[in-house]
């Protein structure tokens, strides 16, 4: 088995860009941090960046996407081991608030534009908010935060700042 076999690939969007807080989380609620092999700046085409979710935990509104022709959402691929993925899937609330789905979708590395298979979660209709629901200042900087690590290019930053409901 080579090492592509053995690995998943997520693409993550929101507070996940901000490895340090996704990984204090996974070491808090007993799944190991060391999963996160590598995180590449990516494009996820045909989508976009809504904030239709309020979290509970959050306190407030958090990320989501959705399926929209012709529109992108910056983040990152984060590859990691199979044992990790349950920790992102308890950390999304997967099934029941966010899903990951059936399929993968596929995601784009943006400096090579490599093409990778991921999972990418989108909140289930029945948690979705019927307006805008805006995020606490914490989130968004880590959101803001985890943009920058990434290495996004700042036109994101700004992108995400206009989009976020008032």
């Given at each position: 088995?080579?090492?592509?076999?053995?690995?998943?690939?997520?693409?993550?969007?929101?507070?996940?860009l901000?490895?340090?807080?996704?990984?204090?989380?996974?070491?808090?609620?007993?799944?190991?941090?060391?999963?996160?092999?590598?995180?590449?700046?990516?494009?996820?085409?045909?989508?976009?960046?809504?904030?239709?979710?309020?979290?509970?935990?959050?306190?407030?509104?958090?990320?989501?996407?959705r399926?929209?022709?012709?529109?992108?959402?910056?983040?990152?691929?984060?590859?990691?081991?199979?044992?990790?993925?349950?920790?992102?899937?308890?950390?999304?609330g997967?099934?029941?608030?966010?899903?990951?789905?059936?399929?993968?979708?596929?995601?784009?590395?943006?400096?090579?534009?490599?093409?990778y298979?991921?999972?990418?979660?989108?909140?289930?209709?029945?948690?979705?908010?019927?307006?805008?629901?805006?995020?606490?200042?914490?989130?968004?900087?880590?959101?803001?935060?985890?943009?920058?690590?990434?290495?996004?290019?700042?036109?994101?930053?700004?992108?995400?700042k206009r989009?976020?409901p008032?």
């Open positions: 088995m080579n090492r592509e076999d053995a690995t998943e690939w997520v693409f993550a969007y929101g507070s996940n901000h490895i340090p807080d996704l990984r204090g989380w996974l070491r808090h609620y007993g799944y190991s941090d060391q999963g996160i092999i590598q995180v590449i700046p990516a494009r996820l085409g045909d989508y976009e960046l809504v904030w239709n979710y309020y979290s509970p935990v959050r306190k407030g509104g958090a990320a989501n996407v399926p929209a022709k012709g529109s992108h959402v910056l983040g990152a691929l984060l590859e990691i081991t199979p044992d990790t993925l349950p920790g992102i899937d308890k950390k999304e997967h099934p029941t608030r966010y899903c990951r789905g059936e399929n993968r979708v596929c995601v784009n590395t943006i400096g090579d534009k490599k093409s298979s991921a999972w990418v979660y989108e909140v289930k209709p029945a948690y979705q908010t019927p307006e805008p629901t805006a995020p606490t200042q914490t989130y968004l900087d880590i959101m803001l935060d985890g943009i920058q690590q990434i290495g996004l290019e700042a036109s994101w930053s700004k992108e995400v989009g976020v008032k």
